[in-house]
């Protein structure tokens, strides 16, 4: 057990939909990170978050947004969903985001996303 | 920039024999280096990482890898494979100043009985 939690851990939807993901970093973890997981572009960053700001953004479509609470905790926004969303997502967690940070992440067990 | 490549998208090798799972990187600046296994239907663990010191570093499940830096490769490798270790691994790194991790595409190693 990691100590990152993912809800939900399926989740069907149709194509136009919205959806929520959310993630509980480890505790006393700071940083959280965003990843997708499909078949065909293996495994993606999306976009980090420090402590509530957001640090590092990667290949994350317009039609998603995240976002971290006071309380540290994560959520994936995926809007006006398409069949080629369906994928896993993955958070991860880390200590820190600055130097204290060698970057060793912490995975949840992810949230498989199935758009029909 | 950093990015890495693993070059074998699938590693079969047969029971007891040993292996070597190749990761080629590429940064600028000083990295982090480390090596994740995910099972199937979990998320990733951490196999093994690269900071400093030593360039031989030992993980978990008696995995190991060796960090070279004039040929930008940390190469994951074990004596004798068991059933057990068919998973997936990626290698991933961190360079100084960067936040993100970058992650390779990932190879498959399926032990053979």
């Known amino acids: 057990d990691s100590g990152v939690t993912q809800t939900p851990k399926h989740l069907i939807t149709a194509t136009g939909q919205r959806v929520t993901l959310r993630c509980s970093p480890r505790?006393?973890?700071?940083?959280v990170y965003w990843y997708q997981q499909s078949l065909d572009q293996g495994l993606q960053f999306l976009i980090q978050y420090y402590n509530g700001e957001e640090r590092a953004k990667g290949n994350i479509l317009e039609r998603f947004s995240a976002q971290q609470f006071p309380d540290l905790h994560s959520e994936l926004n995926l809007s006006s969903l398409e069949l080629g969303d369906s994928a896993l997502y993955f958070c991860?967690?880390?200590?820190?985001?600055?130097?204290?940070?060698?970057?060793?992440?912490?995975f949840g067990e992810g949230s498989r996303l199935t758009v029909l | 920039a950093q990015s890495v490549t693993q070059l074998d998208s699938q590693v079969p090798v047969f029971e007891e024999a040993p292996v070597e799972l190749r990761c080629n990187y590429s940064s600028s600046v000083s990295v982090y280096l480390f090596w994740y296994v995910q099972y199937p239907n979990q998320g990733l663990q951490l196999l093994l990482k690269?900071?400093?010191?030593?360039?031989l570093v030992k993980g978990i499940n008696g995995f190991e890898a060796e960090f070279n830096k004039s040929q930008t490769s940390f190469h994951l490798r074990k004596p004798s494979v068991h059933i057990s270790d068919t998973a997936e691994y990626f290698c991933a790194v961190r360079s100084g100043g960067y936040q993100k991790v970058t992650f390779g595409t990932g190879t498959k190693l399926q032990v053979i009985p």
């Open positions: 991860a967690s880390s200590v820190g985001g600055g130097g204290a940070n060698t970057g060793e992440l912490f």
């Open positions: 690269y900071l400093s010191g030593s360039t």
């Open positions: 505790s006393g973890d700071l940083s």
